[in-house]
């Protein structure tokens, strides 16, 4: 199993980025995939969520519509479109299978947001 993210970078409050995770080594089609954070001296954080069908979509509280979660399953790629950025934003972002105790994890891509 292999998860490589990128997209990150510094921003400004209220900007934009999109992140990309790039899966190999399993079947991805079939995995429900997620995004998660880690914030500077904090724990993982759950951002999101897609199902493996792409249809459903599932997000943590603090993204209030601001995140939008997708895959291309032909390209095994999952996807995090981020609007409205925030300083508490700030974070390494993971992608991941959602699978409970699953132990892959990609490097992870940090996001920085100025105020």
């Known amino acids: 199993v292999q998860l490589v993210e990128s997209g990150g970078g510094v921003v400004q409050s209220g900007g934009s980025l999109k992140l990309s995770c790039a899966a190999s080594g399993f079947d991805f089609s079939a995995h429900q995939m997620k995004w998660v954070r880690q914030a500077p001296g904090k724990g993982l954080e759950w951002v999101a969520t897609i199902w493996a069908d792409g249809v459903d979509m599932f997000y943590g509280d603090f993204v209030k519509g601001r995140f939008t979660i997708s895959r291309d399953d032909a390209k095994n790629m999952l996807y995090l479109q981020m609007n409205n950025l925030k300083p508490e934003d700030t974070a390494v972002y993971y992608c991941?299978?959602?699978?409970?105790?699953?132990?892959?994890r990609g490097q992870g891509t940090q996001v920085t947001v100025s105020s």
């Open positions: 991941a299978r959602a699978i409970a105790n699953d132990p892959y």
